[in-house]
């Protein structure tokens, strides 16, 4: 199965993991499996699905802040706004290891959890429990950021709103979201066009792709 991931990553995504990357995705795949029989972290119904519908589905992210950053050992400053599971804060943490990533999530008990990865994978990131709202008003996280994250999480006009204020002027908001999502009338695209004037950002690139084990085609949006 890890064959397979690595062989993915390296043809479809253009990412070489090292041997020290596998073994952080595996001692993070055993705790996310293991947690997830006591408490609803992400679905998926193989092991295989897993990595393929959450983990190499993350790895287009890390792509898309690769080809912006130039490199994966640079020193970034990222956040991810409602990170859940810990996709795909955790993965980019992982291949970005030189970097630093601030992950908020407003549920307690996956805090709890993430602080455990964090630990175990002896990352480079900080666990804030605490809602997205919230953390977007405070001073101190207002423009510091290079790359906001967003995967799954509310509409995108809502996900606008808290993410440009943490980013410094240049900085990404990368939203991972289904074609089907972006092209809805209420929610998608065509909502946010006066919302991108109002807080000085432009739409730049979508970049599309499919996964296996999926009919559907993702996006991620900068």
Request: hydrophobic share 40%; proline share 2%; net charge positive.
């Amino acid at each position: 199965m890890w064959e397979i991931f690595k062989t993915f990553c390296n043809q479809k995504i253009g990412i070489d993991l090292s041997a020290e990357h596998l073994k952080k995705f595996q001692q993070y795949f055993s705790l996310l499996c293991d947690t997830n029989e006591k408490m609803n972290l992400v679905s998926f119904k193989t092991p295989l699905e897993l990595i393929y519908r959450h983990f190499c589905d993350c790895m287009f992210v890390v792509k898309a802040i690769k080809e912006r950053c130039g490199a994966t050992d640079a020193r970034l400053k990222i956040i991810d706004l409602g990170s859940g599971a810990g996709f795909p804060a955790i993965i980019v943490s992982i291949i970005f290891d030189q970097s630093e990533c601030v992950l908020i999530e407003s549920i307690t008990k996956k805090c709890i959890f993430l602080n455990d990865v964090k630990k175990a994978l002896n990352l480079n990131c900080q666990i804030i429990n605490e809602r997205a709202e919230v953390v977007e008003q405070a001073k101190k996280y207002r423009q510091q950021f290079d790359f906001a994250l967003s995967r799954a999480v509310c509409k995108f006009s809502q996900n606008l709103e808290i993410a440009i204020a943490p980013l410094r002027v240049g900085g990404h908001f990368l939203v991972c979201k289904t074609k089907r999502s972006i092209d809805e009338k209420e929610g998608g695209l065509q909502s946010v066009g006066q919302a991108l004037k109002t807080l000085g950002a432009k739409l730049d690139k979508i970049s599309s792709y499919n996964l296996p084990t999926s009919d559907l085609e993702y996006c991620i949006l900068d």
